[in-house]
């Protein structure tokens, strides 16, 4: 199987919806972060490993303590993925930190006071 192949394509879309499912409702782990997202998931061709993008909405300790909490939790989520899914292997999930969502909306932020900072001075100025 390549690895753009439609069927990887497909496999990758299913493992993010089913990861997502059981990090949001059958972990109770009280280190995974409310607002835990999964982003994106790579399964290799070989169906043997998975990268796991996490996002995390919170501080730096909270998103330390979500991967640690996931990364705790790897066996009890692989299982629940296998019954979930049915595929020849059931990959080995590595989850890794994903901080587009934090950067964009920081970006976001500053460019709203940019924005503001630029119009306050060109309302006075037309006064």
Do not use: H
């Amino acid at each position: 199987m390549r690895k753009n192949s439609v069927k990887n394509t497909r496999i990758n879309g299913e493992v993010q919806r089913v990861l997502a499912e059981i990090i949001r409702g059958e972990i109770k782990d009280p280190r995974i972060a409310p607002l835990t997202s999964v982003v994106a998931v790579e399964v290799a061709p070989d169906l043997k490993s998975c990268k796991a993008w996490i996002s995390v909405l919170g501080d730096t300790k909270a998103q330390e303590d979500t991967l640690a909490g996931l990364k705790s939790a790897e066996g009890f989520i692989r299982s629940k993925l296998a019954k979930e899914i049915n595929l020849r292997n059931t990959p080995e999930i590595r989850f890794v930190l994903d901080q587009s969502i934090e950067y964009g909306v920081n970006m976001s932020r500053k460019i709203d006071e940019i924005n503001n900072g630029e119009f306050g001075q060109n309302s006075e100025s037309k006064d």
